[in-house]
């Protein structure tokens, strides 16, 4: 339309410039007609901007009642919207809604109230960052669920927020009725068959065994689930997985029925399981099953860890690892790991950060295994630390010709290839290696560690001895050594050292303590151990004593049986004290669990120490750390000492209140 008018127009234009010519060419040969015409063309002139100017009133007019109409088709259309919507200001306080976000509310007054007054789940910072509209915001109000999307717009009074809410209940709804129909897949071992078996009468046996099946059947029936048992002491068990979630919050009660059996058996029964859930087919969730239950066995039993995806959760573990009298594995260990050194020839062996005196003894334990099957080692080391810096300047007066097997980490990545062999001990997270690096660098990988397994793990090593009843990797490294040659060879340096380490892991073998650890160190003796000389490894600078004292002295007792202390500063030495002064702490009456904090690298560390009771590594593993029972670590990033205690107590609060749950 406004084309056709527009064509029109220029053609008018265009008509009068032809007859105006027209006019001039006749008046010079007939002026008086010529002034009639001319009068005439002044009469089409007017017509035309008359003409020209009703038509722009008309479209001025048109326009305008389009706005008006289009405006009021907007307002009808926002106030009569199908679905909640709200407006808020900058600071996200409701300045205006419609009549259904009124009813999805169902409160009064709630204009000028701020949005997550109303709705404490909606999430401000997801809707600040996600600024650009793309990803809307899932929102749970009332038992119904929302997706909320918005738009931002700017005006004079500021930046407006639009919200729309479009009901997603009907979906949501159906994908965890979905999600609980899936199956899950669970395997339960008994941690200790054989030890029950050998330890209860001919008489009781059947007894015994009867009461796990029972239980076990009885669990799966609960939860409209079946069981089926394929070797004497392991279990598959399938259920849905909306049966899970009850059996969660009751924190696997299953594991505290089996402890109770008392049939006639002269030990506790132990069970661990490990469970797969949320796979893409049960295949799937089998895998997972079966990596949950290694994990759960790796962390020392009798507990549960279930695997959804990548994600971890764990139950149970407050109890000491159960010791293992066959010494069969540590035969079979020996001989598979003298055959891999055979096979290689340049061998690597490497710790963890800030390597101590288990994970250093345990270091030269596997060296002088290398050496006597005449292969070149080398210790992957940064350098001396606190914790060894006694056994380490002991090594150079004595052992002078180790500086040359001990490369740094530069060194040892030019140095590994695939055809290298990679021992390493007293630890199984790649993130606390000395060189995470390596282990991408060589397909052969053996772990020697004795700590309960964590999420993180090295990916598919060749050789796993992971033992947590064991007081130390030292321990493992002496059987490995004794069942390694008929004639055990090392030097005296090399037998206090693996020694020592036993004995700062077990506190002068007082903690984590078995009747194989008393055997591992009769061996170090025999080969030449001193116990005289291991002592005087473990001997502080005064300096260190001191700072050890004033930890002590500032400490304070929180939930009347677990000490807290802080080192303020960050020194060499602060790690070692800190664990140090955990020890200390637990040798005043009353206290059962103690932990120090201090900085170190820019962190937060923190040591724990148990006598038992309460379980330190539970408490430090929800922040990032590890270990045993009776002895754990962490470190804290981003984080002042105040707020890292203040996070350490809500922790073990929350640990505490799930002890008295069960």
């Given at each position: ?9 220029k053609?008018?234009k ?10 001039a ?16 063309l002044?009469y089409l002139i007017y017509?035309y901007?008359?003409t020209i100017?009703n ?8 326009i ?14 926002v ?6 919507l ?10 205006w ?7 999805m ?18 999430n401000?910072e997801k ?7 793309e990803v ?7 038992e ?12 004079k009074?500021g930046?407006?927020?639009?919200l729309?809410?479009i009901d997603?209940?009907h979906?949501?709804?159906?994908y ?5 129909k899936?199956i899950?897949?669970?395997?339960a071992y008994?941690?200790n068959y ?6 209860t009468?001919e008489?009781n ?5 009867a ?17 089926r048992k394929?070797e ?17 919050d009751k924190?696997f009660?299953i594991?505290d029925?089996i402890?109770?059996i008392d049939?006639?058996?002269?030990i ?5 399981m490990?469970?797969?859930t949320n ?6 969730c ?18 549960v ?25 540590s ?5 598979a ?19 101590d ?16 099957r ?13 914790s060894i810096k006694n ?12 500086l040359?097997?001990?490369i ?12 290298s062999?990679?021992?390493v001990v ?16 060589t397909?052969?990988?053996v772990?020697?560690d ?25 321990e493992?490294?002496?059987e490995?050594?004794y069942y ?8 005296k ?5 693996l020694?020592?380490g ?11 303590t078995?009747?194989?650890?008393f ?7 025999r080969?030449?151990a ?11 600078d005064?300096?260190?004593f001191?700072?050890?004292?004033e930890?002590v002295k500032?400490?304070?007792i929180v ?5 807290i ?10 790690v ?16 059962e669990?103690?932990f120090v904090?201090t900085h ?8 724990g120490?148990?006598l038992?009771?309460l379980s330190?590594?539970?408490?430090l ?9 009776t ?6 990033e981003e984080?002042?000492?105040d707020?890292a205690?203040?996070?350490?107590i809500?922790i073990?609060d ?5 002890g008295?749950?069960?």
């Open positions: 339309m406004n084309n056709k008018n527009s064509i029109n127009m053609d008018g265009l008509y009068l410039i032809i007859i105006g010519v027209l006019i060419i006749i008046a010079y040969f007939q002026p008086i007609l010529a002034l009639l015409l001319t009068i005439a002044a017509q901007i008359a100017n038509k722009e009133k008309e479209w001025t007019k048109y305008e009642s389009l706005a008006e109409e289009f405006d009021s088709v907007t307002k009808h259309a106030f009569n919207m199908p679905f909640p709200v407006m808020l200001d900058s600071n996200y306080t409701i300045s809604y419609n009549t259904r976000f009124f009813d509310i169902g409160e009064e007054n709630i204009l000028n109230k701020p949005i997550n007054e109303l709705i404490p789940c909606f401000i809707l600040e960052k996600n600024s650009d509209n809307p915001i899932n929102v749970e109000c009332n119904q669920y929302y997706r909320v999307y918005y738009n931002v717009v700017e005006s009074k930046s407006i927020v639009m729309y809410w997603n209940t979906y949501i709804k159906l965890n009725k979905s999600m609980d899936r899950s897949v669970c395997l008994i941690d054989d030890e029950v078996r050998n330890n009468s008489v046996r059947p007894l015994v065994f009461e796990i099946d029972k239980i076990l059947n009885s669990f799966a029936n609960m939860n409209k689930g079946l069981v394929y004497n002491d392991k279990y598959i068990l399938i259920f849905e997985s909306r049966y899970l979630k009850e059996i969660q924190k009660d594991l029925r402890r109770e049939k006639g058996n002269t506790s029964v132990t069970l661990s490990g469970v797969g796979g893409n087919n049960p295949s799937e089998y895998e997972y099953a079966r990596a949950a239950i290694d994990i759960a066995l790796g962390r020392g039993g009798d507990q860890v279930v695997k959804e995806d990548y994600n971890l959760s764990f139950y149970g573990g407050k109890t000491k690892a159960i010791e293992k009298r066959n010494k069969v594995k035969r079979v260990i020996s001989h790991l003298m055959q891999l050194i055979d096979q290689s020839d340049e061998v690597f062996v490497m710790g963890h950060k800030n390597a005196m288990d994970a250093f003894g345990a270091s030269l334990g596997i060296i002088r295994a290398v050496k006597n005449y292969k070149d080692g080398y210790l992957v080391l940064s350098g001396s630390n606190p056994v380490y300047d002991r090594m150079i007066r004595e052992e002078p010709e180790y040359d097997l001990i740094t980490p530069d060194k040892a990545k030019d140095m590994v290839n695939e055809s062999l990679l021992v007293d630890n199984h997270k790649p993130s606390f290696m000395e060189v995470p690096e390596l282990l991408d660098l397909d052969k990988v772990l020697i004795h700590h309960r397994r964590g999420a993180e793990f090295i990916q598919d090593p060749i050789l796993t001895y992971l033992e947590p009843y064991a007081s130390s990797t030292c493992l490294v002496t490995i050594l390694m040659e008929d004639k055990l060879k090392m030097t340096f090399e037998a206090d050292a020694l020592a036993i004995t700062v892991d077990t506190k002068n073998f007082t903690f984590q078995g009747v194989r650890t055997e591992a160190a009769s061996i170090l003796k080969a030449g001193d116990t005289g000389n291991v002592s005087q490894l473990f001997r502080d005064f300096d260190i001191l700072q050890k004292a930890v500032n400490s304070r939930f009347n049986k677990i000490a202390g802080r080192l303020e500063f960050d020194s060499d030495d602060s070692l004290i800190a664990a140090q002064s955990a020890n200390e702490l637990l040798n005043i009456n009353g206290v669990a103690s904090l170190s690298e820019g962190k937060i560390h923190i040591s120490r148990s038992g009771n330190a590594q539970l408490i593993e929800k922040l990032g750390g590890g270990g045993h029972l002895s754990a670590g962490a470190q804290i984080k002042t000492m707020q205690e203040e996070m350490l809500d073990i929350d640990y505490l209140r799930e008295d749950e069960e």
